[in-house]
């Protein structure tokens, strides 16, 4: 399984960016995948998540009410809207993805075993 992240960009605070994840080398099906973000100097944290089964979405705290994770089978990518961004925001964001997770590690990098290449995203104040 392969993962390849881009939509990154510099915006001013209050902004949005949609970022893309397109998996290669298998379908959706039966694929969790998720969102990392990590900002200079700090440990890589959990966004945003689709089960396996595609059933149910997670998101960090922080980013509740502001990104929407979805996801289109045919085309076997999984978005990231980030909308009312934030200078905190600023990171290199990440996509995950694995095929046994647990639920109870989905908010755990570790637990992903592909990860993509990281897109940078900078909000500007």
């Known amino acids: 399984v392969q993962l390849q992240a881009s939509g990154g960009g510099l915006v001013q605070a209050g902004g949005c960016l949609r970022l893309?994840?397109?998996?290669?080398?298998?379908?959706?099906?039966?694929?969790?995948v998720a969102w990392f973000r990590q900002a200079p100097g700090k440990e890589r944290e959990f966004v945003a998540a689709f089960s396996r089964n595609g059933g149910y979405t997670y998101y960090a705290d922080s980013v509740k009410g502001r990104f929407t994770i979805s996801r289109d089978n045919a085309k076997k990518t999984v978005f990231l809207q980030m909308d009312s961004l934030k200078p905190e925001d600023t990171a290199v964001y990440y996509c995950?993805?694995?095929?046994?997770?647990?639920?109870?590690?989905?908010?755990?990098?570790?637990?992903?075993?592909?990860w993509g290449q990281g897109t940078q995203v900078t909000v500007s104040s």
């Open positions: 995950a993805a694995s095929r046994t997770i647990i639920l109870s590690s989905t908010r755990t990098p570790g637990a992903y075993a592909y």
């Open positions: 893309s994840c397109t998996v290669s080398g298998s379908t959706l099906i039966n694929l969790a």
